[in-house]
């Protein structure tokens, strides 16, 4: 069994990557660590980067298409995940998933209409409908003893005839949750009742930790799978992001019919070769990888976690259920949201997510990618804790 080296420190600036070589233009210090933009500093998987550079070695890239390997690779791989049995027909490539959220939206929902979100969350699900000319509703999730819960009775009263679309992020991004299976179903009841059709963006699933179990939203009633879209990908799991390689489940034929069409209207749904290529190598030689990064992260969380008990407990950590991404709570340093900025990147060098980008409930908070080394992670905690020893 091959063992993977997670410990490798990578250059990738100059690379043209967002991680590192936008920091200048947007932050105007490329100094600084970067821990924000959702990809990992791993090496992309070598069974991957063989798929891709035997391909190339024919030297013709015409236009193509999805084989039936592809699409078989990504049932086998959602059964052997999941646990959900998928059908061919379900199936669309789709250009990623804040793009297929655009098309639901400009799909079902005309100007005027509304989208409910649960914030804090990923920061596209408001600004993708907002750009769309449609009005978002939050919904925002309760803290109830440390844990993040959806707030059913608030959902019910902010529901009217305008609500057409909700953007479920399971699991939860930043606060890392894999929603519990009668969440979902209690979530699904009330959608349904209201003709409201749900998005799961469920990029992060295949990165749910061995003591939680993911399920996907379609998959937990009738109803879900009635009234659901579903957006999957490699992209997180096996660091490929810029390949661009999410693909859309419609277990419902009538949202099918309708989604897949507005797809093909366009030619939405038209993959390229690297990325039918990539999800091919991924779903088929993928598992013992993602095992091996997975515990890699889940030393990470551990690594963390103790850091901030330890030395800075001030700061709260939300330790993921799935991903590598982690809910810092900071109010505790009892700073501004401009001051805890800051801290973090004019004092110790950092750059993270500015919590309230996620909506409110983020105020206080800021997001960690901890997708590194960690040797990295060390570098970077011991800068934060001089900063805030300094202050």
């Known amino acids: 069994m091959k063992q993977y080296n997670f410990d490798e420190v990578i250059e990738r600036r100059g690379t043209n990557c967002v991680k590192y070589d936008?920091?200048?233009e947007r932050y105007g210090n490329e100094n600084l660590t970067?821990?924000?933009?959702?990809?990992?500093?791993?090496?992309?998987?070598?069974?991957?980067?063989?798929?891709?550079?035997?391909?190339?070695?024919?030297?013709?890239f015409g236009y193509t298409f999805g084989s039936d390997s592809y699409y078989q690779s990504i049932?086998?791989?959602?059964?052997?995940?999941?646990?959900?049995?998928?059908?061919?027909?379900?199936?669309?490539?789709?250009?990623?998933?804040?793009?297929?959220?655009?098309?639901?939206?400009?799909?079902?929902?005309?100007?005027?209409?509304?989208?409910?979100?649960?914030?804090?969350?990923?920061?596209?699900?408001r600004i993708v409908p907002e750009s769309m000319k449609r009005e978002v509703v939050n919904n925002p999730l309760k803290l109830v003893d440390g844990i993040y819960e959806m707030d059913f009775d608030q959902l019910e009263s902010v529901i009217d005839e305008q609500c057409k679309v909700l953007i479920l992020c399971n699991p939860h991004n930043p606060g890392g949750i894999v929603w519990k299976k009668d969440t979902l179903i209690k979530l699904a009841e009330i959608c349904a009742k209201h003709n409201i059709l749900v998005v799961s963006d469920e990029i992060h699933a295949e990165m749910a930790y061995p003591q939680f179990t993911h399920h996907p939203f379609a998959t937990v009633s009738e109803a879900a799978a009635n009234c659901s879209i579903t957006f999957m990908a490699p992209s997180k799991t096996f660091n490929i992001a810029g390949i661009v390689t999410s693909y859309s489940i419609v277990p419902n034929e009538r949202i099918r019919k309708e989604f897949y069409e507005?797809?093909?209207?366009?030619?939405?749904?038209?993959?390229?070769?690297?990325?039918?290529?990539?999800?091919?190598?991924?779903?088929?030689?993928?598992?013992?990888?993602?095992?091996?990064?997975?515990?890699?992260?889940?030393?990470n969380v551990r690594f963390v976690d103790e850091f901030f008990k330890t030395k800075l407990p001030k700061i709260k950590v939300y330790p993921p259920q799935?991903?590598?991404?982690?809910?810092?709570?900071?109010?505790?340093?009892?700073?501004?949201?401009?001051?805890?900025?800051?801290?973090?990147?004019?004092?110790?060098g950092l750059l993270l997510n500015d919590g309230s980008m996620f909506g409110p409930g983020g105020e206080g908070y800021m997001r960690l990618n901890i997708g590194c080394p960690r040797s990295v992670l060390d570098t970077a905690l011991n800068a934060l804790k001089k900063a805030i020893d300094k202050k």
């Not at 990992?40 to 069974?47: A, E, I, K, L």
């Open 75 to 125: 049932i086998e791989w959602v059964d052997y995940k999941q646990k959900w049995k998928i059908k061919r027909e379900w199936l669309s490539y789709i250009p990623g998933i804040v793009k297929g959220i655009g098309f639901v939206i400009q799909c079902f929902t005309k100007p005027g209409d509304k989208v409910i979100i649960q914030p804090p969350v990923y920061h596209p699900f």
């Open 34 to 60: 970067p821990l924000w933009v959702a990809d990992m500093d791993f090496r992309t998987p070598d069974f991957i980067v063989n798929a891709i550079k035997k391909r190339c070695e024919h030297e013709i």
């Open 262 to 299: 507005f797809l093909e209207a366009g030619e939405l749904g038209d993959g390229t070769i690297f990325a039918y290529t990539a999800t091919e190598a991924a779903y088929t030689y993928g598992a013992e990888w993602l095992q091996q990064m997975r515990m890699y992260i889940m030393e």
């Open 322 to 348: 799935a991903s590598f991404l982690v809910w810092l709570d900071c109010r505790d340093l009892k700073l501004s949201q401009e001051e805890l900025v800051k801290l973090f990147q004019e004092k110790a």
């Open 22 to 24: 936008a920091i200048k």
